[in-house]
């Protein structure tokens, strides 16, 4: 069975914070593929990244960076000098080569971040 | 280019009775998926179609079921509806490549279901 879980359920910090957001996976699949997406407000889970189980390198993209640890199955993301408009629901996901297409998603930490 | 569309964005029912959502897929995509999002709790699949068949499917009753149209849109019906059913249905479409073992999903903005 595959599972993600999302330990932190919400998180605040104060602008220009560094934060960090769990992620840690479940598959017995050998090729599969971890998300991190983000939910404003509105509603519309926005893609951020995509990693695919051969590729331990972290990956910076602008404030945003994840750190990819196939040894302790977790997948972490962390936002540094965070903005007020970081404020949203952010999900880690996993879908496995057994069930392409099925995303299996955590339960999403709330990031608020404070003026 | 227009991005995956659902309709309606918000929609009211009573329990028993039966709705119906729609999706429209990215342009170039031809498979949809949908998934439930209960308030607090992250999205959970409940199928997908691809070639207006079922290719796979959630732990969700047969009260849900769905169809593919042959220009790849998609509708979720709902019957016999409870008050669980309350929740953000949200559709994702993608193109199906022999190349890839996985091909990412991109999210409409979904359609908010509140039953009375």
């Known amino acids: 069975a595959q599972k993600v879980t999302q330990a932190q359920t919400e998180i605040s910090v104060v602008e220009k914070e560094d934060v960090t957001l769990d992620c840690v996976y479940e598959t017995r699949d050998t090729t599969y593929y971890l998300f991190w997406y983000k939910q404003p407000p509105s509603g519309e889970l926005v893609f951020l990244i995509r990693?695919?189980?051969?590729?331990?390198q972290n990956e910076i993209s602008g404030r945003y960076s994840w750190n990819f640890q196939k040894s302790t199955s977790s997948f972490n993301f962390t936002i540094t000098a965070s903005q007020v408009v970081d404020s949203a629901v952010y999900f880690c996901?996993?879908?496995?080569?057994?069930?392409?297409?099925?995303?299996?998603f955590g339960q999403g930490t709330t990031l608020q971040v404070k003026p | 280019d227009a991005g995956v569309t659902q309709s309606p964005t918000h929609l009211i029912k009573t329990r028993g009775q039966q709705v119906t959502l729609r999706c429209s897929p990215k342009s170039g995509h031809d498979t949809v998926s949908w998934y439930q999002q209960a308030l607090g709790q992250g999205p959970q699949f409940i199928f997908q179609?691809?070639?207006?068949?079922?290719?796979q499917r959630g732990n969700f009753p047969d009260r849900f079921s769905g169809h593919q149209f042959p220009n790849y849109s998609s509708e979720l019906n709902v019957n016999a509806l409870l008050l669980g059913d309350s929740a953000l249905y949200l559709c994702a479409s993608s193109v199906t490549s022999t190349r890839s073992s996985y091909n990412e999903q991109f999210f409409g903005p979904g359609t908010r279901l509140t039953v009375l």
């Open positions: 996901a996993l879908t496995g080569s057994s069930n392409t297409g099925k995303l299996i």
């Open positions: 179609y691809y070639e207006e068949e079922e290719r």
């Open positions: 990693r695919n189980s051969f590729d331990e």
